[in-house]
Every structure is written in structure tokens, then in C-alpha cells.
């Protein structure tokens, strides 16, 4: 068994919608699921792209991906890299695939000169969580995520000056 990671293209992004799915589909979310693709691709790899994506391949064959962006740490004065999906298909599980997608965005943290590589998970999701703690990762349960989105974003972007 061969294990290769490589940046996506944009000739992936089919993959990378299908991947986006899968994982809605595992985390309960696939209602949420509203992405155009060709919107995406622009994001993703147009003149000025949100993030990057990693695909994660054994013998080949693309088995998971990776997708994340930059943010930055006001307390570290430097950047930081936010992992926001992490998806191995249920059969290549175990494989390693998974921590080897988690290893590379460590190698580019460090390359990067990032402070620190984070992400959320589902409280149910167990098996992810002890998958992250077994790799050192702690979790922030004193820190609550908030949102804004839809109409209520719209109406507090009303608010600017």
C-alpha cells in the first residue's frame, strides 16, 4: 500500500464536492450542504483563493482530502493554519491516510512559520476525537464557536460604518 499526499487542482474540484458531500453525509449535515461548484472552484483556484486542499491518495486512487486556510494569532503575532474539513473514506480508514493528511498541514505549519494548526469537531464524534488525542492534540473546551450567517450576517453588515 502506497500513501501519497498532493495539492488539489482545480481539474479536482468535482472530487472535492463529492469529499465535501461524503463528509456532510457522516456528520448528519447534508441538508447544509449548498456549494456551487463552479463558485467553489473560483475560491478555491481563482486569482485570489480562501484556502487550499490537500488529497490524500493510497496506490493512487484519491481516498480523502484535506481543506484549510490561514488565519492568525494575535497573541502569537504570526499565522496559524485552520484545518476546516478533514474526510478519509470509511474503507481506507486505518489506513494512515488520515494522519498522514494531519502530518502534512504540520509540515506546512512549520514551513509556514505558523504558531499553531487547530480545528473543531463534533462533540459525538468520538472516534475523530480520540483519533486527535492520540496525535497530541487538546481540545479548547473553555473557547465556544459562534456564527453568523444568512440573514442575521446580512443585517449586522448594516451596521457598518
Avoid at 35 to 53: C, H, I, S, T, W
Avoid at 73 to 88: A, C, H, M, Q, W
Wanted: proline fraction near 4%; glycine fraction near 8%; include cysteine.
Amino acid at each position: 500500500m502506497s500513501l501519497s499526499i498532493r495539492a488539489a487542482t482545480s481539474a479536482d474540484i468535482t472530487l472535492i464536492g463529492q469529499f465535501i458531500r461524503d463528509l456532510a453525509e457522516y456528520e448528519k449535515l447534508a441538508h447544509a450542504v449548498r456549494f456551487d461548484e463552479a463558485l467553489m472552484a473560483q475560491k478555491l483556484f481563482g486569482p485570489r483563493p480562501y484556502a487550499e486542499v490537500l488529497i490524500g491518495e493510497i496506490d493512487g486512487i484519491a481516498q480523502g482530502f484535506a481543506l484549510f486556510f490561514h488565519n492568525f494569532s494575535t497573541f502569537e503575532g504570526r499565522p496559524g493554519i485552520y484545518l476546516e474539513d478533514l474526510f478519509v473514506r470509511p474503507d481506507a480508514r486505518g489506513s494512515g491516510l488520515g494522519k498522514a493528511l494531519l502530518g502534512k498541514l504540520a509540515a506546512l505549519a512549520v514551513e509556514r512559520d505558523c504558531a499553531r494548526l487547530e480545528w473543531s469537531v463534533l462533540d459525538w464524534n468520538t472516534p475523530a476525537i480520540d483519533f486527535y488525542k492520540a496525535l497530541g492534540a487538546v481540545p479548547m473546551d473553555e473557547w465556544t464557536v459562534y456564527r453568523v450567517d444568512g440573514t442575521a450576517l446580512k443585517t449586522l453588515a448594516t451596521h457598518s460604518l
